[in-house]
């Protein structure tokens, strides 16, 4: 090879090594540029209210009356109603399809749950204002009111409209992404486990438990985390069904806020710097949670990794 | 104690592929017997339908008959067979997850097996029957991954072995292995046919008949030839045993 072709050829591997470097680096300075920017408009309101708009429970714009903490409230209430409702069923869906449905059923089933994440949110929630708020109210509301009344959370009147269609839309939403996840790596599982534990006289369901879901399981979670961050930052279809009251009420079935569903609903009605700069540190703020949660799930899907002493699970 | 296996007119299929075509075989209790063949004949489809292995994979099938002791296998519960019948496969499969104990006595648990006690000492006399008691005595409690490979294949057969199954099936365990650790598994086989049933798949020859009492050679789907050790390696009835011990084909 002559001297030159050389000299090209590495020229073309820095250039590229160098555009690569450059598009990695501009997520970093996207990233860092976005939370400076909230920051820097959110700083009349951080420096107005302190801390105290994070415990803060009014939200008054009319009086210049601050305290996010219904939003959190409500935001972490129907994301973790959504996460209980999705994956049990989603783990469930993704077992059937990878480890007992005959082809035919997989592939019909699977392409309906992928539609499910297909459908719009605003969709999701004109579905739940005609469907499910009504279907709340009349029937499931009184029900678990009747049953369960004696726990603080389904007490109270049924008005459909609340946390708990805000919860159940999401779960339906982040159903099809904690199957479809959680599908995957169990496929991802070689067939070497499952026969292992068949031979030693598993029932299919041991197997499962013995083989598969331990091997899969910081994927499993990796995928429920993917999945709990939807719910955080999904704006429409709450908006539509959580009834849009800045409360914090212990019952499931009062209506609540959200941090994305006020950004949404209020941020052109913000007359004032102090009122949108409130806004947008309700922003920074839902910005922060999904931040320190994502980091938070990445430690428990590594510890989850590690296993027992000396080794590393997915080998 | 071992249990005898009589194999009467064996067909299996993966999918319209037939790769056992009409297999009938003795095997004696408490005796090695060794499957050798070339690729694609068929010996490891052959075990695998020893404990219902083969059907479990989709489209497969299979047809006629396998006595154990006595009773067909097809009239039992696979899964009750299976603790019967242990396996131990080509490539060394802790589960990874688990420790070196909690791979031995997971059969143990799938039957129920509660008492700590009993696990424990049932895991030192597996881990013992498989010669590995001595090298992982001290560090039960970390990971099966962080053995060797050759350990990990033994930590198989101690796995295998826990359930106190009366045949062992054994589908190519050194494959894998250097050749150290080839001479420890197969010392150890030599072993365990005082109370096991065995049958080894093998591609090598050497491995057969340093081990084997009786050999089977598989072709095509086909038994060819099954007899003793000895005759098969030094004076073998059909002329294709001949050609494919001495090396002209496969």
Redesign the interface.
């Known amino acids: 090879m002559s001297k030159k072709t050389e000299l090209t050829a590495s020229i073309g591997d820095q250039t590229f090594r160098l555009l690569t470097l450059l598009m990695a680096i501009s997520v970093l300075v996207l990233m860092v540029w976005m939370g400076w920017q909230m920051y820097d408009s959110a700083l009349p309101s951080i420096q107005k209210f302190g801390f105290s708009f994070i415990t803060g429970r009014v939200w008054d714009p009319v009086k210049e009356q601050f305290g996010a903490l219904p939003f959190i409230y409500g935001t972490l209430v129907t994301s973790l109603l959504a996460l209980l409702i999705a994956t049990p069923i989603g783990l469930g869906v993704a077992i059937f399809l990878n480890e007992m449905a005959a082809s035919k059923v997989r592939v019909v089933v699977a392409f309906l749950v992928e539609m499910l994440a297909a459908i719009p949110s605003v969709v999701y929630g004109l579905w739940g204002i005609f469907v499910l708020a009504p279907w709340l109210r009349e029937t499931v509301e009184p029900g678990l009111a009747k049953w369960f009344g004696f726990i603080p959370l389904f007490q109270g009147t049924p008005a459909g409209f609340g946390m708990l269609a805000g919860g159940l839309i999401l779960a339906v939403m982040i159903l099809p992404t904690i199957a479809a996840i959680s599908g995957e790596v169990m496929a991802a599982v070689p067939n070497a486990q499952r026969e292992a534990a068949l031979a030693l006289g598993a029932t299919k369901w041991e197997m499962i438990r013995l083989a598969v879901l331990p091997y899969a399981k910081s994927g499993i979670l990796g995928g429920i985390m993917l999945g709990l961050g939807r719910a955080l930052g999904e704006t429409m279809a709450v908006t539509m069904l959580i009834g849009n009251r800045p409360d914090i009420l212990p019952s499931l079935f009062a209506p609540a806020y959200s941090m994305a569903a006020v950004i949404a609903n209020e941020f052109t009605e913000a007359t004032y710097a102090l009122y949108l700069s409130a806004l947008v540190e309700i922003g920074l703020i839902l910005f922060g949670i999904t931040l320190i949660l994502n980091v938070f799930a990445r430690f428990l899907v590594w510890s989850v990794a590690r296993g027992p002493k000396g080794g590393t699970s997915n080998e | 104690m071992g249990q005898s296996l009589i194999v009467r007119h064996l067909e299996a299929w993966y999918g319209s592929n037939k790769t056992l075509k009409g297999i009938n075989m003795q095997i004696a209790p408490n005796q090695v017997t060794a499957i050798i063949g070339p690729s694609g004949c068929g010996k490891s489809t052959f075990v695998r339908c020893i404990?219902r292995?083969h059907e479990?994979l989709?489209g497969t099938k299979v047809k006629g008959e396998i006595i154990l002791d006595g009773e067909s296998i097809y009239d039992q519960d696979p899964?009750?067979l299976?603790?019967t019948v242990?396996?131990v496969?080509q490539?060394a499969?802790?589960?990874?997850?688990?420790?070196i104990y909690?791979n031995v006595v997971?059969?143990l648990r799938?039957?129920g097996m509660k008492s700590k006690q009993k696990l424990q000492a049932s895991a030192e006399k597996s881990l013992r029957m498989a010669a590995l008691w001595d090298e992982v005595k001290d560090?039960l409690?970390?990971?099966?991954?962080?053995l060797s490979g050759g350990q990990q294949q033994r930590l198989?057969i101690a796995?295998?072995l826990a359930?106190e199954p009366s045949v062992l099936l054994m589908d190519e365990p050194a494959s894998a292995l250097d050749p150290i650790a080839t001479t420890h598994i197969e010392e150890l086989i030599r072993q365990l046919k005082e109370n096991y049933t065995i049958l080894i798949v093998t591609h090598n020859m050497q491995q057969a008949a340093r081990i084997a009492d009786s050999t089977a050679f598989f072709l095509s789907g086909e038994l060819v030839e099954h007899g003793p050790t000895s005759e098969i390696f030094t004076n073998p009835n059909d002329k294709r045993t001949e050609d494919y011990i001495t090396g002209r084909f496969g």
């Open positions: 404990n292995m479990t989709p899964v009750a299976r603790k242990g396996m496969f490539k499969n802790p589960f990874p997850s688990m420790s909690e997971a059969g799938l039957n560090r409690n970390y990971s099966g991954m962080s198989c796995r295998a359930v």
